[in-house]
Each structure stands twice: as C-alpha cells, then as structure tokens.
C-alpha cells in the first residue's frame, strides 16, 4: 500500500502551496546519527513505518548527519509512490566530501565530510543539486532556508547571515519555485523573531520553527504567528517537546535547549504535568495537541529513531483530550491566556 492511499493521520493545507501534509510529520536529525549511531536498517525501517502510517511529511536537511539523513530518507522512499510525500530539504550548507567532518559536527555518527556553511546563491544552488542526488529524486517539494539565527551563528554574525540569505538563498529558491522544482520556500530556524524578519523581507510560502511555539513557551504567538495567517505561510512547528523535557517530563537530567533543564523550566513543568495527570493525559500528548491547536499550523514535525516511536507519535495524535486540561492550564497562568486551544 502506498503513502498516498493511507488516512491514518489527519491532513492539512499547508499554507498556499497547495499542498496537503500530514498533520505529525517525521523529523529525521536523529537519522543522521545525531544521538547515537543507529543500525542502518532500523533507520530506515523508521521512514517506511512513517510511511506506512499516513505520515506524508518528511522534513531533512544536508546537516544532519552531513548527508546520511538523506541517504536513509532516499533509500526509504525510492521503494513507495514518489507522489504521495511532502519531502522537505534545506539550504545553507553545502557538503564537502574531500575533507573531514572536524570537531564541530554534533552528530556522532554520520558521514565523514564537512558541512560548509553558505547561504550565496551558487552555494544554496550546489546543495540543492546533491540534495537531488542524496534522495534520489528529480524534485522537492519545500527547500528552507537552514538556521540563520542568533542561535546558530551568534549575535556578532546574525546580521550579515541574514544579508547573505537574503541576496544569495532567497534568489535562488526564488527561481526553483518558478521553475516549479520546487512547490514552496521558506526558512527553518529557532527563532520567531527571525521568521518576522524573514517574512517582512521576502516572498515566503512555508516556515519551520523549532522550539518556540510549545506547550512550556509561546513566544511565537504575539508576532510571528499572526503574521503567519495574514500573509498565509504555512507554518510548520518543531521542538515541541523543547529538546526532551516536554516527553520526558521534569525528571533528573531533563534536558531544555539541549542542555541540562534550570530549576525554574523544571519547576514549571512539574506544574504541567500536575495538571494534565489530573486530566488522564500524558505530558507529550498534551504538548503534541497544544501544537496543533493554532489555526496557523499545519504540522508538527516530530523526530524519531525507530519505527516504534513513530508508532507512539501517531498513537499520541490520535488519543482524545478533554478541553477542561486547557481551562486549568490557563486557569494556573501556565498557559498564554490568549493561546488557541484544541477545539476553540
């Protein structure tokens, strides 16, 4: 049976691309080795359950695992209907097979070549072009614009990053889209604040945002995300667990941003979780819900490892939960009184 046949996962539009993706989408940075070297097959195997499942939405990038993400994702998806997947891919590195991956990678397993970081117009066209090769395809359908932010590059830094972006990269993904290789453009960052940039200095149809939009913090919910409607970018939302505290929950070694949690993200999150255990609901549910619950999202792009925490993810979509969690969660002011909610 293929992607396109399977109703397992709600579908939505995704901005005015035209295109309607899952309303889970699978996240592959851990694809690249990113934790832990992972087996091959099962790797793979995660992809296809994905799949398998409904999930049409593959979101990837060049970094992760400096090309091995899209080698899994293209051996994963050359074995179904091409037709039936969203595949989202992203610019501002290239990869350098000639010399080593360095110090600096992040990932602990993945290929042994360097990611060079470059957002000109001839480098956003040469990591489109091993994109292709890497996932064995002749098309994508979303490519984005890879982490200018503070996050990634530093306050001294950003602004020239965002120059480089905006004269290089944009032009570039500009044309893809005219030429139709491409269905839509867009950035993939950690900040909300840069997606306001973004979408005030350019013609965007998609935006991938990680980290800033949960169940713990809404600061995406002021600017960016009714910009997002007015201008009908379809928005796409990562790290809604917040770098594992939100799945974890506030035990010892919770991890917030990819560090260790400070007492008062720990302290707050108790009081989440207080809550939804009054309601009979599971912490990554409530949080994978909430996500979902603003008109301007489309999808939530959770990562995964194994084809059984694919199969979690979408049990987690599918469980029911009672819009009383919600009043309380205002009610105790651990909410933004002005959030939208499942079913508002």
Same mark, same amino acid.
């Given at each position: 049976?293929?992607?396109?046949?399977?109703?397992?996962?709600?579908?939505?539009?995704?901005?005015?691309?035209?295109? &309607?993706? $899952?309303? *889970?989408?699978? @996240? %592959?940075?851990? =694809?690249?080795? +990113?934790?832990?070297?992972?087996? #091959?097959?099962?790797?793979?195997?995660?992809?296809?359950?994905?799949?398998?499942?409904?999930?049409?939405?593959?979101?990837?990038?060049?970094?992760?695992?400096?090309?091995?993400?899209?080698?899994?994702?293209?051996?994963?998806?050359?074995?179904?209907?091409?037709?039936?997947?969203?595949?989202?891919?992203?610019?501002?590195?290239?990869?350098?097979?000639?010399?080593?991956?360095?110090?600096?990678?992040?990932?602990?397993?993945?290929?042994?070549?360097?990611?060079?970081?470059?957002?000109?117009?001839?480098?956003?066209?040469?990591?489109? &072009?091993? $994109?292709? *090769?890497?996932? @064995? %395809?002749?098309? =994508?359908?979303? +490519?984005?614009?890879?982490?200018? #932010?503070?996050?990634?590059?530093?306050?001294?830094?950003?602004?020239?990053?965002?120059?480089?972006?905006?004269?290089?990269?944009?032009?570039?993904?500009?044309?893809?889209?005219?030429?139709?290789?491409?269905?839509?453009?867009?950035?993939?960052?950690?900040?909300?604040?840069?997606?306001?940039?973004?979408?005030?200095?350019?013609?965007?149809?998609?935006?991938?945002?990680?980290?800033?939009?949960?169940?713990?913090?809404?600061?995406?919910?002021?600017?960016?995300?009714?910009?997002?409607?007015?201008?009908?970018?379809?928005?796409?939302?990562?790290?809604?667990?917040?770098?594992?505290?939100?799945?974890?929950?506030?035990?010892?070694?919770?991890?917030?941003?990819?560090?260790?949690?400070?007492?008062?993200?720990?302290?707050?999150?108790?009081?989440?979780?207080?809550?939804?255990?009054?309601?009979?609901?599971?912490?990554?549910?409530?949080?994978?819900?909430?996500?979902?619950?603003?008109?301007?999202?489309?999808?939530?792009?959770?990562?995964?490892?194994?084809?059984?925490?694919?199969?979690?993810?979408?049990?987690?979509?599918?469980?029911?939960?009672?819009?009383?969690?919600?009043?309380?969660?205002?009610?105790?002011?651990?909410?933004?009184?002005?959030?939208?909610?499942?079913?508002?």
């Amino acid at each position: 049976m293929t992607p396109s046949t399977m109703t397992a996962v709600p579908r939505r539009l995704l901005g005015r691309t035209g295109l &309607e993706v $899952s309303t *889970l989408g699978f @996240g %592959t940075a851990p =694809l690249g080795d +990113l934790y832990s070297k992972l087996d #091959d097959r099962a790797a793979i195997g995660a992809v296809e359950r994905a799949l398998e499942l409904g999930i049409n939405l593959l979101d990837t990038a060049p970094l992760y695992g400096h090309g091995l993400s899209e080698h899994r994702c293209g051996t994963a998806i050359r074995r179904v209907d091409r037709d039936g997947i969203v595949l989202c891919t992203k610019v501002g590195r290239w990869i350098d097979p000639f010399h080593g991956r360095g110090t600096a990678s992040g990932f602990v397993g993945g290929q042994p070549h360097r990611a060079v970081v470059d957002y000109s117009y001839d480098g956003t066209m040469r990591s489109v &072009e091993q $994109s292709l *090769l890497r996932l @064995g %395809t002749d098309r =994508l359908d979303l +490519l984005l614009i890879h982490d200018v #932010d503070v996050w990634t590059h530093g306050p001294d830094a950003i602004e020239d990053r965002f120059r480089e972006a905006m004269a290089g990269a944009y032009p570039a993904l500009d044309r893809l889209r005219g030429e139709k290789v491409v269905a839509g453009i867009g950035i993939g960052v950690n900040e909300a604040d840069m997606c306001v940039r973004f979408a005030e200095a350019g013609s965007f149809d998609v935006m991938l945002l990680a980290g800033r939009y949960s169940l713990l913090e809404q600061p995406a919910l002021e600017h960016f995300l009714p910009l997002a409607r007015r201008q009908g970018i379809g928005v796409m939302l990562g790290g809604v667990f917040n770098s594992g505290i939100l799945a974890t929950g506030a035990a010892a070694g919770a991890k917030y941003n990819y560090q260790d949690a400070p007492a008062a993200i720990l302290a707050k999150v108790e009081r989440i979780e207080r809550v939804c255990a009054a309601h009979g609901v599971a912490l990554p549910t409530a949080a994978l819900h909430f996500a979902l619950g603003h008109p301007a999202v489309a999808s939530v792009v959770l990562g995964g490892q194994t084809a059984q925490e694919v199969e979690r993810n979408v049990a987690g979509l599918a469980s029911a939960v009672p819009s009383a969690l919600w009043t309380d969660l205002k009610a105790e002011h651990l909410l933004d009184a002005d959030a939208p909610v499942p079913g508002s």
